[in-house]
Protein backbone atom coordinates (compact mmCIF):
# COMPACT_ATOMS: atom_id res chain seq x y z
CA UNK A 1 0.00 0.00 0.00
CA UNK A 2 1.35 3.48 -1.00
CA UNK A 3 -0.04 5.33 1.73
CA UNK A 4 1.26 5.58 5.80
CA UNK A 5 -0.74 7.13 8.55
CA UNK A 6 -0.27 7.43 11.93
CA UNK A 7 -3.12 8.43 14.18
CA UNK A 8 -2.17 9.97 17.58
CA UNK A 9 -4.96 10.20 20.10
CA UNK A 10 -3.46 12.33 22.62
CA UNK A 11 -2.59 15.20 19.97
CA UNK A 12 -5.71 14.40 18.32
CA UNK A 13 -3.62 14.22 15.15
CA UNK A 14 -3.92 12.29 12.06
CA UNK A 15 -0.53 12.40 10.02
CA UNK A 16 -0.34 11.04 6.68
CA UNK A 17 1.55 10.16 3.43
CA UNK A 18 2.56 8.75 0.25
CA UNK A 19 4.61 7.64 -2.51
CA UNK A 20 3.74 5.92 -5.70
CA UNK A 21 0.61 5.16 -7.07
CA UNK A 22 -2.73 5.31 -5.22
CA UNK A 23 -5.68 3.08 -6.13
CA UNK A 24 -9.19 3.61 -4.60
CA UNK A 25 -8.95 0.81 -2.59
CA UNK A 26 -5.66 2.09 -0.89
CA UNK A 27 -7.92 5.79 -0.57
CA UNK A 28 -10.43 4.02 1.14
CA UNK A 29 -8.04 1.38 3.51
CA UNK A 30 -7.10 5.15 4.62
CA UNK A 31 -10.82 7.01 5.10
CA UNK A 32 -11.93 3.78 6.67
CA UNK A 33 -8.91 3.63 9.70
CA UNK A 34 -9.81 7.22 10.21
CA UNK A 35 -13.60 6.39 10.77
CA UNK A 36 -12.81 3.42 12.49
CA UNK A 37 -10.47 5.33 15.03
CA UNK A 38 -13.14 8.13 15.79
CA UNK A 39 -10.51 10.56 14.52
CA UNK A 40 -12.95 12.64 12.29
CA UNK A 41 -12.65 15.74 14.30
CA UNK A 42 -8.83 15.32 14.58
CA UNK A 43 -6.36 17.96 12.93
CA UNK A 44 -5.09 16.25 9.82
CA UNK A 45 -1.62 16.82 8.08
CA UNK A 46 -1.67 15.25 4.39
CA UNK A 47 1.90 14.94 2.29
CA UNK A 48 0.99 14.00 -0.95
CA UNK A 49 3.82 15.37 -2.85
CA UNK A 50 5.07 11.60 -3.85
CA UNK A 51 1.78 10.13 -4.59
CA UNK A 52 0.11 10.02 -8.40
CA UNK A 53 -3.35 8.52 -8.80
CA UNK A 54 -4.50 5.57 -10.73
CA UNK A 55 -8.29 6.39 -9.95
CA UNK A 56 -11.27 6.85 -12.61
CA UNK A 57 -13.49 9.25 -12.79
CA UNK A 58 -16.34 7.44 -10.94
CA UNK A 59 -13.97 6.14 -8.44
CA UNK A 60 -13.03 9.42 -7.46
CA UNK A 61 -16.91 11.04 -7.29
CA UNK A 62 -17.05 7.55 -5.08
CA UNK A 63 -14.29 8.57 -3.01
CA UNK A 64 -15.88 12.40 -2.37
CA UNK A 65 -19.25 10.97 -1.67
CA UNK A 66 -17.56 8.92 1.04
CA UNK A 67 -15.89 12.06 2.21
CA UNK A 68 -19.26 14.01 2.63
CA UNK A 69 -21.07 11.29 4.18
CA UNK A 70 -18.45 11.66 7.12
CA UNK A 71 -19.43 15.36 7.16
CA UNK A 72 -22.72 14.47 8.48
CA UNK A 73 -21.13 12.24 11.32
CA UNK A 74 -19.91 15.61 13.22
CA UNK A 75 -17.36 17.71 13.29
CA UNK A 76 -14.72 17.34 11.09
CA UNK A 77 -11.08 18.84 12.01
CA UNK A 78 -9.15 21.18 10.37
CA UNK A 79 -6.94 19.68 7.17
CA UNK A 80 -3.04 20.50 5.77
CA UNK A 81 -2.37 19.17 2.61
CA UNK A 82 1.23 19.42 1.53
CA UNK A 83 0.76 18.85 -2.37
CA UNK A 84 2.45 19.75 -5.97
CA UNK A 85 0.81 23.10 -8.00
CA UNK A 86 -0.29 20.19 -10.80
CA UNK A 87 -1.88 18.07 -7.95
CA UNK A 88 -4.18 20.72 -6.90
CA UNK A 89 -5.48 21.27 -10.14
CA UNK A 90 -5.47 17.48 -10.93
CA UNK A 91 -7.44 16.61 -7.73
CA UNK A 92 -9.66 19.95 -7.87
CA UNK A 93 -13.16 17.74 -7.58
CA UNK A 94 -11.72 16.12 -4.53
CA UNK A 95 -10.30 19.09 -2.94
CA UNK A 96 -13.99 20.38 -3.41
CA UNK A 97 -15.39 17.84 -1.63
CA UNK A 98 -13.01 18.25 1.36
CA UNK A 99 -13.56 22.00 1.77
CA UNK A 100 -17.23 21.29 1.59
CA UNK A 101 -17.11 21.07 5.40
CA UNK A 102 -17.11 23.75 8.17
CA UNK A 103 -13.73 23.54 8.84
CA UNK A 104 -9.92 25.07 8.03
CA UNK A 105 -8.54 23.48 5.36
CA UNK A 106 -5.58 24.88 3.46
CA UNK A 107 -2.96 23.70 0.58
CA UNK A 108 0.72 24.45 1.20
CA UNK A 109 3.56 23.75 -0.78
CA UNK A 110 6.15 22.65 2.07
CA UNK A 111 5.44 20.61 5.24
CA UNK A 112 6.59 23.01 7.80
CA UNK A 113 4.16 25.86 6.70
CA UNK A 114 1.54 23.20 6.56
CA UNK A 115 2.53 22.06 10.68
CA UNK A 116 2.88 25.65 12.19
CA UNK A 117 -0.73 26.32 10.32
CA UNK A 118 -2.17 23.28 11.75
CA UNK A 119 -0.92 23.53 15.41
CA UNK A 120 -2.35 27.80 15.08
CA UNK A 121 -6.23 26.25 14.57
CA UNK A 122 -5.25 24.34 18.23
CA UNK A 123 -4.12 27.75 19.82
CA UNK A 124 -0.29 26.25 19.94
CA UNK A 125 0.64 29.25 17.78
CA UNK A 126 0.34 32.82 17.62
CA UNK A 127 -1.02 34.33 14.21
CA UNK A 128 1.89 36.61 14.30
CA UNK A 129 4.15 33.62 13.80
CA UNK A 130 1.94 31.96 10.68
CA UNK A 131 4.20 31.56 7.35
CA UNK A 132 3.33 34.22 4.80
CA UNK A 133 1.56 33.48 1.52
Same mark, same amino acid.
Given at each position: MPLYWTIDSKERLFTGSGE %? &???FADAMALLDA?? %?AKALSYRKLFDGRAVQSSMTAEELLTLCATIRSYHEQGPVGALAIVCTAEQTVTFARLLGALAAAERPIKMFSGLRQAV??? &?YQRGKVPAANLPRP
Open positions: %G &DVTLA %GIWL &D
